[in-house]
Structures are given as structure tokens and as C-alpha cells.
């Protein structure tokens, strides 16, 4: 959920973000074709930068530096982004690093 | 493609090909010319989910709203992502662009990416290091369009570029690192 633009507004975390931009992934790929050049590049870098939070996030799951609860929201967040992938793929989309392999 | 390019573009491709090396004044040209035309003011966006839910000129945004794409940048990478510091407003953000292309210190490469031939501005964050930055700032404008593509600080700082998406990247200057205490 976006938070409201306040003047003493908090930044949104790295799960926010990413989430974010997954929940956009279907409506950005049904419009994909329409969009314009520069919004898809636009897009594209957004949601690049997004899969480096979660390669850190990743890193931070490995060793350990994630609580619980974050880790059972990276979890989810990579669960989602497997299912994604052929979207991801389709549109030329950087693939998460911790799906790379997959 | 259906803008004319201008002189300006083709340089960059030239650059871009490593047919031709710019001389100073040359670079000097091409990059207060990028720094005036800024993001396309006649574009329009939507606002998508990401931006959805904040107060924006006076409302608040639903999905499907139209925006310019220099306001979308800024809501995304200064409100949300905190990129740049706290009361960072949208002619700050702008301004901030524009300062960074026109710094000497700034390094400054040709690139494609998906496919795209772009200008790229690459500068330490400094005094625009909001919370959510990682030091480095980053600017792109695309030669076949005429404006600025995007704006932001990517979380991979200087190693963005070495990101997958990126490609043909060459040097035309490279960024000048500050001396750190």
C-alpha cells in the first residue's frame, strides 16, 4: 500500500517497493505494447533497481539478518516473482538474482 | 522513429560508435543541451499502483491517473524510494538533474539499453543523498526521443551499469570520486 506524500512522510522500505511493483507487473504487461518507448525503459530501470533490494534482501536471508517476519515476507515476495517469471521473461524484464537460476 | 535528430544526437552517436572522439568543446555542447531539455513535458503516465494512494497536487492519485513522466520520477524515487533528502520538492529534484549534467565531476558514458541509444550521467549522490540512496546518482537521456528517460540513484550505485539490461557502455569522461576523510 503507498503511503501518502506528508511532509514528514517516511520513505517506504525495500518490501514495500518491490511489492509494489510486482502488484503493478500484470496491468504494466497487458499495457506493454501500448506504452511508450521511454516509459517501458523507465519502467524497466524501476523494476531492475527493485530486484537489487531484493538480492540484498536476499543476501541478508542467507546469513541470518532478516527477523522472522521479514523473512516470511521475502519468502513470499520470491514465491510470487517465481510465478511471474514468464511475464518477466516476456517483456525482457531483469530477472531476480535469486531466481537466476531457476 | 519520427524526431528529426539534431546535431547534438548525432554526435552522441558518433560517440556512441567510437567513430569520432567529442572534443571538449563538443562535450561541453552536447551536455548543456541535455541538461535544458529535461523529461518530455507533453508525455503523460500512468500513475499506476506504486504511486496510487498519494497526495498529489491537491488530490489524491488513483491508479489510472495521467502524469508527466517528470512527476512520476519524483514521486517514485524522492517520495517513496527517499532517494534524495527529506523536502525535496519536484523543481529541487529537477534542478538537482540538471546540476548533475552540467557538473565537471560527472561521468559521462553512451549506452544502450534494451536495445535504446541513450546518454548516461553517472555522479557521487553528495549533498543529494536522501535515506534511501546508495551514493550514486544517475541520469539517462535518450538520443531518439530528445529527453530525459529517468533520473534516480540506483541501489546498486556505480554498478548499475554493469546490471543486465545495460550494454555498449563507453567512457566519454568518467566520474570524478571525492576525496573521502
Known amino acids: 500500500m503507498a503511503a501518502t506524500a506528508d511532509a514528514q512522510r517516511t520513505p517506504l522500505t525495500s518490501f514495500e517497493t518491490i511489492a509494489l511493483m510486482l502488484r503493478d507487473l500484470p496491468d504494466v504487461a497487458s499495457d506493454w505494447d501500448a506504452l511508450s518507448v521511454d516509459e517501458r525503459l523507465a519502467w ?9 533490494k531484493l538480492g540484498d534482501l536476499g543476501s541478508k536471508a542467507a546469513t541470518g539478518r532478516l527477523s522472522m517476519s521479514d523473512h516470511e515476507r521475502y519468502h513470499h515476495l520470491v514465491t510470487t516473482l517465481a510465478e511471474a517469471l514468464p511475464i518477466i521473461d516476456r517483456l525482457g524484464l531483469r530477472r531476480p538474482s535469486v ?3 531457476a | 522513429m519520427g524526431r528529426q535528430l539534431s546535431s547534438v544526437d548525432h554526435l552522441i552517436l558518433q560517440a556512441a560508435a567510437g567513430t569520432r572522439s567529442l572534443a571538449e568543446e563538443e562535450l561541453r555542447h552536447v551536455v548543456e543541451l541535455v541538461a535544458r531539455v529535461g523529461f ?21 492519485l488513483a491508479a489510472k491517473d495521467p502524469l508527466p513522466p517528470a512527476d ?17 520538492s519536484l523543481d529541487d529534484y529537477l534542478d538537482s538533474i540538471r546540476r548533475v549534467i ?23 549522490s553528495r549533498d543529494l543523498e536522501g535515506p534511501g540512496s546508495r551514493g550514486w546518482l544517475l541520469v539517462q537521456y535518450r538520443v531518439s526521443r530528445g529527453h530525459w528517460t529517468t ?18 557502455i563507453r567512457w566519454l569522461r568518467r566520474p570524478t570520486h571525492s576525496e573521502r576523510p
Do not use: C
Open chain 1, 44 to 52: 524497466s530501470l524501476d523494476w531492475g533497481n527493485e530486484m537489487s
Open chain 1, 99 to 101: 531466481l537466476v537460476q
Open chain 2, 40 to 60: 518530455d513535458p507533453l508525455a503523460h503516465e500512468q500513475a499506476r499502483g506504486r504511486i496510487a494512494g498519494l497526495r498529489w497536487r491537491g488530490r489524491i
Open chain 2, 72 to 88: 512520476k520520477h519524483y514521486l517514485w524515487h524522492v517520495l517513496a524510494n527517499g532517494e534524495w533528502p527529506d523536502g525535496t
Open chain 2, 102 to 124: 552540467l557538473d565537471p565531476t560527472t561521468g559521462i558514458f553512451t549506452n544502450r539499453y534494451q536495445g535504446e541509444w541513450s546518454l548516461g550521467f553517472l555522479r557521487e
Open chain 2, 151 to 168: 533520473a534516480f540513484q540506483p541501489f546498486q550505485g556505480l554498478s548499475e551499469i554493469s546490471q543486465p539490461g545495460w550494454s555498449d
